[in-house]
């Protein structure tokens, strides 16, 4: 009897029948059995977790990926933008001595220029240059507005042109920018409300809390299964904190899972839609500004984040 394993060594003592023995291997095998379930259970655990974690990683070196490109379009968007304005302001002088050729063009009659001139005229549709000219110029500006405000938030969103400092900042500001980047994510499912209050800047890591409210705000969207539904961005402030509100419509969360929301990798959506980190940083990102982050949820109705952030950090004693 190998002494070394007292189950066996155990049963050895006391029982003198020779099947006892048999009996403890089976027991034995059986024990084996079930770790190596365990064991490939938690093997399989581990390989979803590393799925998910390449996911996420993915998920951040796009986010660089866009960062830096949006830093590298800012560049040939601002001449462009500029040019255009420039652009604009000579196309107002040619329109202007255009006309005064037109003015002159009476004294022109009957000679050969000016039948050239009525020909040319017919020819390139005059007419419809002139009013055609202004509307493409104006569509093109608000095209270029609008590339120029996307770099901007993404700009802002990531906060490429400064390192991680703690500042004084605008949520409304990093909300409002958050809320372009995601409203592709956002508009097909829902109304956004912004029920804003009186906010003062507060002390923070902005692209950080960017994050945290993008989160909030995705999470908030897939909620919503109906056709459509309400986002609410409720803020305010007392003499020390300040708190954001993300309200919508959806889903709900149910009980048993509230607990455990904010757990890395929980997550109840399919494989590929979520990775169940999205609360679990914002978590921490809230707790790294000494703030709390609380959540209120009845299913069918819908769920409440609320964020609350202390306007400036607890000295230290
Ligand atoms: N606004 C919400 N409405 C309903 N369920 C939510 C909401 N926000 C989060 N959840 C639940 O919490 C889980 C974890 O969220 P999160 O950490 O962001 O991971 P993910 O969104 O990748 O699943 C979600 O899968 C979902 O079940
Ligand atoms: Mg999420």
Same mark, same amino acid.
């Given at each position: 009897?190998?002494?070394?394993?007292?189950?066996?060594?155990?049963?050895?003592?006391? &029982? #003198?029948?020779?099947?006892?023995? $048999? !009996?403890?291997?089976?027991?034995?095998?059986?024990? =084996?059995?079930?770790? +190596?379930? %365990?064991?490939?259970?938690?093997?399989?655990?581990?390989?979803?977790?590393?799925?998910?974690?390449?996911?996420?990683?993915?998920?951040?070196?796009?986010?660089?990926?866009?960062?830096?490109?949006?830093?590298?379009?800012?560049?040939?968007?601002?001449?462009?933008?500029?040019?255009?304005?420039?652009?604009?302001?000579?196309?107002?002088?040619?329109?202007?001595?255009?006309?005064?050729?037109?003015?002159?063009?009476?004294?022109?009659?009957?000679?050969?220029?000016?039948?050239?001139?009525?020909?040319?005229?017919?020819?390139?549709?005059?007419?419809?240059?002139?009013?055609?000219?202004?509307?493409?110029?104006?569509?093109?500006?608000?095209?270029?507005?609008?590339?120029?405000?996307?770099?901007?938030?993404?700009?802002?969103?990531?906060?490429?042109? &400064? #390192?991680?400092?703690?500042?004084? $900042? !605008?949520?409304?500001?990093?909300?409002?920018?958050? =809320?372009?980047?995601? +409203?592709? %994510?956002?508009?097909?499912?829902?109304?956004?409300?912004?029920?804003?209050?009186?906010?003062?800047?507060?002390?923070?890591?902005?692209?950080?809390?960017?994050?945290?409210?993008?989160?909030?705000?995705?999470?908030?969207?897939?909620?919503?299964?109906?056709?459509?539904?309400?986002?609410?961005?409720?803020?305010?402030?007392?003499?020390?904190?300040?708190?954001?509100?993300?309200?919508?419509?959806?889903?709900?969360?149910?009980?048993?899972?509230?607990?455990?929301?904010?757990?890395?990798?929980?997550?109840?959506?399919?494989?590929?839609?979520?990775?169940?980190?999205?609360?679990?940083?914002?978590?921490?990102?809230?707790?790294?500004?000494?703030?709390?982050?609380?959540?209120?949820?009845?299913?069918?109705?819908?769920?409440?984040?609320?964020?609350?952030?202390?306007?400036?950090?607890?000295?230290?004693?």
């Amino acid at each position: 009897m190998s002494s070394h394993d007292p189950l066996l060594a155990e049963s050895a003592n006391t &029982t #003198s029948s020779p099947l006892s023995a $048999a !009996d403890v291997t089976a027991d034995r095998v059986k024990e =084996l059995l079930r770790s +190596n379930e %365990e064991l490939m259970q938690l093997n399989a655990k581990l390989s979803d977790a590393q799925d998910k974690l390449m996911q996420s990683e993915k998920m951040a070196s796009i986010g660089q990926l866009a960062a830096g490109v949006a830093h590298e379009i800012n560049n040939p968007i601002g001449f462009i933008f500029s040019n255009f304005g420039t652009l604009e302001r000579y196309l107002g002088d040619l329109f202007q001595m255009l006309a005064a050729y037109e003015e002159a063009e009476p004294a022109l009659a009957g000679t050969p220029a000016a039948a050239r001139l009525r020909a040319l005229r017919e020819k390139i549709e005059l007419d419809f240059l002139k009013e055609d000219i202004p509307s493409l110029m104006a569509e093109s500006k608000d095209g270029i507005t609008r590339v120029r405000n996307i770099v901007q938030n993404l700009k802002d969103f990531s906060r490429v042109d &400064t #390192s991680q400092k703690w500042v004084l $900042a !605008d949520l409304h500001h990093g909300i409002d920018s958050t =809320l372009n980047i995601v +409203n592709n %994510e956002i508009k097909y499912k829902a109304e956004v409300v912004k029920a804003y209050g009186e906010l003062p800047d507060i002390e923070c890591l902005p692209s950080e809390l960017n994050q945290v409210f993008m989160n909030l705000l995705v999470n908030a969207a897939h909620a919503i299964q109906a056709d459509r539904g309400v986002i609410t961005i409720s803020t305010g402030a007392d003499d020390s904190r300040v708190w954001v509100e993300i309200q919508d419509t959806g889903e709900g969360i149910a009980k048993e899972n509230l607990g455990r929301i904010f757990d890395p990798f929980f997550t109840t959506k399919a494989v590929g839609k979520g990775t169940g980190l999205g609360l679990s940083l914002s978590y921490g990102i809230v707790k790294k500004h000494f703030g709390s982050i609380d959540v209120f949820s009845e299913q069918g109705v819908g769920t409440r984040f609320r964020v609350t952030l202390p306007i400036q950090h607890p000295q230290e004693v």
